[in-house]
């Protein structure tokens, strides 16, 4: 078996939707980033390339690449689950922790789970998002944005 580690963090903007992990989320603002700032996703797409040692999210998809702008997140972790089980891996599990003061999302989190768990082609049981403040502390505690920590366990094929 094998494990990797991923974290991803951007600061909201106006004018963008909230994605996450492939759910829009209802709130004011969404993520500034190249794609579609699926913070959630990113981390966790570092957790699965680290864990089969196919580098990161950067090598695959470029920010500087004009062809992943506004790139839909869940194409992109759906091409990294192509790659893990082309190297002979499968996924075991996945655990992911998201950081913000806003939104609250224990309302959204059956949905994420079964939104990713589809992208993996996975059973719910295999997925644990889960979403904890910062107590205020630092940039995420003072609202201006998102980060996420997420481990991977991948197993031979």
């Known amino acids: 078996m094998r494990i990797g580690f991923g974290y991803d963090s951007h600061r909201f903007a106006e004018g ?3 994605v996450l992990g492939g759910v ?6 969404g993520l500034a980033a190249h794609s579609d700032g699926d913070v959630l996703i990113h981390a966790i797409i570092d957790a699965l390339l680290g864990a089969a040692a196919l580098g990161d999210i950067g090598s695959h998809f470029p920010d ?4 992943w702008r506004g790139a839909d997140s869940t194409d992109l972790l759906a091409e990294v689950v192509r790659e893990i089980r082309g190297a002979g891996y499968a996924i075991g599990n996945i655990d992911a922790t998201v950081i913000c003061e806003q939104p609250k999302l224990r309302p959204c989190i059956d949905l994420i789970r079964d939104q990713l768990a589809a992208t993996m082609h996975v ?9 904890k403040t910062n107590e205020k502390m630092d940039d ?8 996420v920590h997420a481990v991977a366990l991948l197993d031979p094929l």
Do not use: H, N
């Open 24 to 29: 829009m989320i209802p709130f004011e603002k």
């Open 64 to 67: 500087t690449d004009e062809k």
């Open 16 to 18: 963008r939707p909230l």
């Open 123 to 131: 059973g719910k049981g295999r997925i644990s998002v889960k979403g």
């Open 140 to 147: 995420v505690g003072a609202g201006l944005g998102i980060e």
